[in-house]
């Protein structure tokens, strides 16, 4: 088995063929059903929601395999670290956790220990993994979730590496098992891989090419939560802008979102979206519709037009203000942003153009990082000609001033009623939590047969990230 061993490869990770995506449906076969029974696997998930979906299918094979799920990874048979390659921090926490791990299994060798997702389709990481991490059971890959049954089975019988990751474009495969972690809000995938290839960035070497599901797979999946009495679907893509380019000739976004709210789920979002792909009908279909909610995350990256072009992200600051501005015009609409700091050449002017635009858009909240070279892409090789204590200084001017326009935009809240989904208690006693449609955390005073509700409710304080508020009729 070991000797099956496929380890990732950038060349061919970066191919882009004509060639028709394969749509495949998952089976469990029989022999694998047994495997989980009287044993416990510990999950441990990093990075962005589309990992964390892809984590609620790794628990919904294993669910199927009968194994338990546990908290607590010191009383786990099968240990799986679902990993993200993003930046350097992700990377060093997933290594931390295996250091953790090793000790564990020094004590008790039986352990089998897995790792998966984007980190597993790194050169670097698997090179390491196999000279340093020998204690580590397998590695799959994003492109081969559904080899976790085979995979798991096969260690169980072989104590040697196993090493199996695909570095191909991709497939789209259907009927995963899913074992959802929120009762009330769903993610679903609308499109997977990305073909933008920012030069910054390492997921289109990590999860393919951009491959749309089928609209009846999704829409069929959305009817069912609708169904099982789910109140909210979050649809999922790295770029959900681009669906169904690679599918359709005359079926987009736009209409996809029309036919979900056919379905009459309450809430509709959807992450996230790429300036570049985003139409005019998209943004009328936003406006147009209740259950669409009026969310939008859209990451700009830099205020300046010169950093984008190095960072190939294919618009100007001009046209990303003129997107901006249509959305704008959607009444109570949150728009939220990405924003990258110290990417290498970046002038004083240039991020003052940043601190402009943010000046201008006031986003209602934005996740600002410093850039971190990632192993591979094309801005790793650029000269990183600015100091971190630099870097350090811009981050922390920036998110004084993102600080700032989250708290007003909550402070313009205050005493308004906003419809809001109630998830679950709060830390604090007598406490309940939820979000609003703008995506905003409320704590609301109320009893528990509230939870998985959507209910009224009066913003009574506002603060930089959260709110308070009280249910009204
Ligand atoms: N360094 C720093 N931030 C990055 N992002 C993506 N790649 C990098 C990188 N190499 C940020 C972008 C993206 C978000 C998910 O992570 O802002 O929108
Ligand atoms: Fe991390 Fe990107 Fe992979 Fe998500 S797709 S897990 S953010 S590297």
Known sequence: MGDSMQIPNYEKARVRSKDKVLFRNFKMLDEYLNIGIDKKFFLKTYGCQMNEHDSE???????LMNFQETEDMNDADFILLNTCSIRENAHNKAFGMLGRIKHLKE???NIIVALCGCMAQEVGVVEEIRKKYKFVNFVFGTHNLDDLPKLLKNSFND????????????????DIPVKRDNPYKAYVNIIYGCDKFCTY???????????????????NEVKELVHDGYQEVTLLGQNVNAYGKDLYDNYSLAELLEDISKTNIPRIRF????????????????RNHDNILNFVHLPVQSGSSRILKLM???????????????????????ITTDIIVGFPGETDEDFKETLDLVNYCKFDSAFTFIYSPRENTPA??????????EKEERLYELNELINKYSKESNDKMLNNTYSVLIE?????EGMLFGYTETNKLVNVKGTIDNIGKIVNVKITDAKSFSLDGEIVE
């Open 57 to 63: 299918n790794l628990k919904g094979m294993l669910k």
């Open 380 to 389: 790793s090789k650029l000269k990183d000609d600015i100091t971190l204590k």
């Open 424 to 428: 679950g208690e709060s830390t604090k």
């Open 312 to 334: 190939g992200r294919k618009y100007t600051k001009e046209s990303y203000l003129e997107l901006y501005d249509k959305l704008r015009s959607i009444d109570n609409i949150s």
């Open 271 to 286: 992450i996230t979206s790429h300036p570049w792909d985003f139409t005019d009908k998209m943004v009328e279909v936003i």
């Open 159 to 174: 104590s040697k590496q196993n090493i199996e990751v695909k570095s191909i474009e991709g497939d789209v495969i259907e």
């Open 201 to 219: 960035c390492i997921v289109p070497y990590t999860r393919g090419k951009q491959r749309s599901r089928k609209k009846e797979d999704i829409i």
């Open 107 to 109: 004590k008790n060798p």
